[in-house]
T-cell receptor, first 113, second 115 residues
């Protein structure tokens, strides 16, 4: 069966520090991968998605970036965090051929102080 | 542009009763899909149910059913026989017809089940 991992689970970082969040998927190959952010009490906003290795599409201009160095690995990064980057970051995957389901990881709660 | 609207910020329901959570959508894609997710206080997003735009029948999954009214562009979630564990945030989402399969989410409805 498929499993999606995210780490760390929680993170407290000072303003201006770098960020690296990692997401890995097991039990599937060539998935579509997604990074969403959820502000407190809000819905999810799509940040990036990837349909293959090295292929990244950005949905919202910001100081975050994403990379997909391996088929089942998706990384969210920042060189300098802003206060507004605080939130709950969720990674998700969907099969490239089955479009009727999208599964989420457990999320990373980021607080920027 | 695609848009999902959930107009109920919060809902109450008595245990064992049914509840309907509203969702309306807007898209120009002829092919699309509609999803419902549950988010308990732990934060995880739990997939509940899916409805494709060409599906003739309303989707059902256990106590969850999706009341799909294409002409009205609505995709309401019906939870039958509510349980205390159903208390959570519920999000409606839509994917378009392109191969990215990315989802657009509504703002959510917080459901509280009363004993």
């Amino acid at each position: 069966s498929q499993t999606i991992h995210q780490w760390p689970a929680t993170l407290v970082q000072p303003v201006g520090s770098p960020l690296s969040l990692e997401c890995t998927v097991e039990g599937t190959s060539n998935p579509n991968l997604y990074w969403y952010r959820q502000a407190a009490g809000r819905g999810l906003q799509l940040l990036f998605y990837s349909v293959g290795i090295g292929q990244i599409s950005s949905e919202v201009p910001q100081n975050l970036s994403a990379s997909r160095p391996q088929d089942r690995q998706f990384i969210l990064s920042s060189k300098k965090l802003l206060l507004s980057d605080s939130g709950f970051y969720l990674c998700a995957w969907t099969s490239g051929v089955s479009y009727n389901e999208q599964f989420f990881g457990p999320g990373t709660r980021l607080t920027v102080l | 542009a695609q848009k999902i609207t959930q107009t109920q910020p919060g809902m109450f329901v008595q245990e064992k009763e049914a509840v309907t959570l509203d969702c309306t959508y807007d898209t120009s894609d002829p092919s699309y899909g509609l999803f419902w997710y549950k988010q308990p206080s732990s934060g995880e997003m739990i997939f509940l149910i899916y409805q494709g735009s060409y599906d003739q029948q309303n989707a059902t999954e256990g106590r969850y059913s999706l009341n799909f009214q294409k002409a009205r562009k609505s995709a309401n979630l019906v939870i039958s026989a509510s349980q205390l564990g159903d208390s959570a945030m519920y999000f409606c989402a839509m994917r378009g017809g392109d191969s990215s399969y990315k989802l657009i989410f509504g703002s959510g409805t917080r459901l509280l089940v009363r004993p």
